[in-house]
């Protein structure tokens, strides 16, 4: 079974904090992707990558950075958080290669910037 | 502009009926469509998928249709069971393993 982990489920965090949201997957998959989930919105494509210190930004990517230091781990900053950015936060990853279509997904980090 | 669009942001149905979710689409280049599940602090978990070049496929109680012509793509779910209750969201893939999703129809299945 792919297992996505997400460090926190819940975050409070201030305005002006940096936060960082981690992701991991034990699964060895080339894609890792960062969305977050709002009513009504639904999913929106922050970032995502395609392999070790490779990045593309996706929908969404203002106010957001990401790292992949290691194949496993994706990260997500919010260099300094805002009122506008509390959501629900969902990490997924997936195989690479043009067949692979299925994104598997993490429990979300709900995070919440008073 | 959103390119996947699911217009019901909310379902009712009796247990043991048919459950029918639709999602409208506007990009022509989208090959795969998917459905996930999602339960409330859960992560979305994978449905159902079914290519652009086939118009129907079936797993189970779930099926889903995609009308090339009309760009739009429907799930069936049948017979509905109070377990189905949750957030369902329509996905569509472009090059690049991106997905876009829709905005989720949640759906309440009454015992």
């Known amino acids: 079974d792919v297992k996505v982990t997400q460090s926190s489920r819940y975050l409070v965090k201030r305005t002006g904090e940096k936060v960082f949201l981690e992701c991991v997957q034990d699964m060895d998959h080339e894609n890792m992707f960062w969305y977050r989930q709002d009513p009504g919105l639904g999913l929106r494509l922050i970032y995502f990558?395609?392999?070790?210190?490779?990045?593309e930004k996706g929908d969404i990517p203002e106010g957001y950075s990401v790292s992949r230091e290691k194949k496993e781990r994706f990260s997500l900053i919010l260099e300094s958080a805002s009122t506008n950015q509390t959501s629900m936060y969902l990490c997924?990853?997936?195989?690479?290669?043009?067949?692979?279509?299925?994104?598997?997904f993490g429990p979300g980090t709900r995070l919440t910037v008073t | 502009d959103q390119q996947v669009k699911q217009n019901s942001p909310s379902l009712s149905v009796q247990e043991g009926r048919i459950s029918i979710l639709n999602c409208d689409y506007t990009?022509?280049?989208?090959?795969?469509f998917l459905w996930y599940k999602k339960y409330p602090a859960e992560g979305p978990t994978f449905l159902i998928s079914?290519?652009?070049?086939?118009d129907k496929n079936e797993d189970g109680r779930f099926t889903v249709f995609l009308n090339k012509s009309a760009k739009h793509l429907s799930l069936h779910i049948v017979p509905s069971q109070p377990g189905d209750s949750a957030v369902y969201f329509c996905?569509?893939?472009?090059?690049?393993?991106?997905?876009?999703f829709g905005g989720g129809t949640r759906v309440l299945v009454k015992p």
């Open positions: 079914i290519s652009s070049i086939k």
């Open positions: 990009n022509s280049m989208f090959d795969y």
């Open positions: 990558s395609y392999d070790v210190k490779m990045k």
């Open positions: 996905a569509a893939r472009t090059a690049g393993n991106k997905l876009t």
């Open positions: 997924a990853s997936s195989l690479g290669g043009a067949d692979s279509y299925e994104q598997y």
